[in-house]
């Protein structure tokens, strides 16, 4: 992990910006994740994406989660307003370079709906499928709170 930082300047804000001398001490290589830069005027962005394999399973996970909240007996305008946010994530996640930001804010939509309408959440947050949409939109940093 990173050590000790010595400097004029150090933020750990999400532009991680540094200037003067700055010492990062590593004792274990397999702890750092991430980007790693060293020298002068390094300028680094990262663009975070899924494999296909993940793809599939997201789109897969969307599909399978749709087909079951109709189970749950949720009122019209509820169930209606889940179908909407649901079809919009899975239109995104057939893209070719889908907006994850998007699907994650529209499945997130989903689980306050969910939640407003009372237990019906922690069967939701048990199937298999939330599970996986959750775990694959977690390795984007996009975290969902169930």
């Known amino acids: 992990m990173i050590g000790e930082r010595e400097s004029d300047k150090v933020s750990d804000d999400s532009n ?3 200037s003067g001398n700055v010492n990062i001490n590593v004792r274990n290589i397999s702890e750092v994740s991430g ?3 060293i020298g002068k ?3 680094q962005e990262q ?4 494999s296909v394999s993940d793809k ?3 789109l897969d996970s969307l599909m399978q989660f749709q087909k079951e909240i109709v189970n749950l007996g ?14 919009t994530a899975m239109r995104e996640a057939e893209k070719d370079e889908p907006n994850y930001s998007k699907i994650k804010k529209r499945f997130g939509g989903v689980i306050e709906t969910v939640k ?16 996986k949409i959750v ?5 984007l940093g996009l975290a969902i709170a169930l």
């Open 16 to 18: 991680n910006t540094a």
């Open 35 to 37: 980007q790693v830069g």
């Open 41 to 43: 005027n390094i300028k």
């Open 47 to 50: 663009n975070l994406t899924l």
């Open 56 to 58: 599939k399973e997201l």
């Open 74 to 87: 949720l009122l019209g305008d509820e169930l209606q307003d889940i179908n909407n946010d649901i079809d």
């Open 116 to 131: 407003d309408v009372g237990d019906t959440i922690e069967k939701v947050s048990n199937w298999e499928w939330t599970g």
């Open 135 to 139: 775990k694959i939109l977690g390795k």
